[in-house]
């Protein structure tokens, strides 16, 4: 690996693990969750929750299908609730010394030509 690809790679892990210090969570866009719920949420707890019908095409958004308040309505009642993701608290120290690691490496190798 270059050094210039290492202090990059460093660069991204240190910035990732001051990122995750400094936020507490982090919440899931719609798609996101949607595509959390379908391939890693447990089915037991779609179905314990209800939310097997946005796993199968969910509320249709068009333009024209929420032209109406009721139309609206109805689609905002039936969106799925958005995921929120809390790391703990230590797994933004092995992601920074990683980044640090990486950068000191980094820094010992030849320069590229």
Do not use: C
Request: no cysteine.
């Amino acid at each position: 690996m270059s050094r210039t690809t290492t202090l990059t790679i460093a660069f991204l892990l240190l910035f990732v693990g001051l990122k995750m210090r400094l936020v507490q969570s982090y919440q899931l866009t719609p798609a996101a969750t949607k595509f959390w719920i379908e391939r890693i949420e447990d089915p037991e707890i779609v179905a314990r929750h209800n939310l097997s019908s946005f796993t199968n095409g969910g509320p249709s958004n068009g333009i024209f299908q929420s032209a109406s308040y009721s139309n609206f309505a109805q689609n905002n009642s039936l969106i799925a609730p958005q995921k929120v993701i809390t790391p703990p608290n230590w797994i933004s120290w092995p992601i920074f010394f990683l980044g640090a690691f990486l950068f000191l490496s980094g820094l010992s190798m030849p320069k590229d030509s």
